[in-house]
């Protein structure tokens, strides 16, 4: 069954630095998000995007945060200067129907983002 | 603003047995969806199960139920016959639809234990 995959799995910044994740939809998806979990709370939503631009964000995902898809295949997440509190599981996740809401997310497994 | 609430931190269950997670939610919209997602050690969210709110007909998969009770606002996730794979963190999560496709707001998560 295709996957949604993400690299790395690890990741460990200083802060202040810059990090991009990177996911890989699966290939006929047209919708594809972000979402984080920090240690010990919930998973939250901080982006969709679809057709090269935005569909919704979260009050988290400030100026500091940034998406992309530079080649048709990969989808990112930039940090721009990572804090400390951005430490946490981000997941990546896409789903293949257009505007038919209920459409399940696939999601990958996740890059642990921990900034030090 | 919608909220979801897992209240038990932690379940366990007797491999072959049956458990019931329970899940609540608020809204104010009368046409939303609901999943239950699974997330094993291995960090991937896996789709459980969906509920479409205007269908009153509760889903079932294999092993997994729900019992939906959209005037309680209550999405309970009935596991029969447990299996010691069953064993993860199971999220319940809430999407209004419409210009709100894929936004996902998730519950805080039970941890599942299945003994042998």
């Known amino acids: 069954e295709p996957e949604v995959t993400q690299t790395p799995s690890h990741q460990v910044t200083q802060m202040g630095q810059e990090v991009i994740l990177r996911c890989v939809p699966i290939?006929?998806?047209?919708?594809f998000y972000w979402y984080r979990q920090i240690l010990g709370q919930k998973v939250e939503f901080l982006v969709s995007?679809?057709?090269?631009?935005?569909?919704?964000k979260s009050e988290i995902f400030d100026d500091q945060f940034s998406v992309e898809r530079p080649d048709g295949s990969n989808f990112t997440l930039k940090i721009r200067s990572t804090k400390l509190e951005d430490s946490a599981m981000y997941f990546c996740?896409?789903?293949?129907?257009?505007?038919?809401?209920?459409?399940?997310?696939?999601f990958g497994n996740g890059t642990r983002l921990t900034v030090t | 603003a919608q909220t979801v609430t897992q209240s038990q931190p932690e379940m366990s269950v007797q491999e072959a047995e049956t458990v019931t997670l329970s899940c609540t939610y608020d809204?104010?919209?009368?046409?939303?969806?609901l999943f239950w997602y699974k997330q094993p050690p291995s960090r991937q969210m896996i789709l459980v199960i969906r509920?479409?709110?205007?269908?009153?007909q509760n889903a079932t998969e294999n092993r997994f139920s729900v019992n939906f009770q959209k005037a309680a606002k209550s999405f309970s996730l009935k596991i029969s016959d447990s299996q010691l794979g069953d064993a993860a963190m199971y999220f319940c999560?809430?999407?209004?639809?419409?210009?709100?496709?894929?936004?996902?707001?998730f519950g805080q998560g039970t941890i599942l234990t299945v003994h042998p």
């Open positions: 996740a896409s789903s293949e129907a257009l505007r038919t809401a209920g459409s399940p997310l696939h």
């Open positions: 290939s006929n998806h047209l919708y």
């Open positions: 995007f679809y057709n090269n631009e935005i569909s919704e």
């Open positions: 809204t104010s919209e009368s046409d939303y969806y």
């Open positions: 509920q479409e709110a205007y269908k009153q």
């Open positions: 999560a809430y999407n209004a639809g419409g210009t709100s496709y894929g936004k996902l707001t």
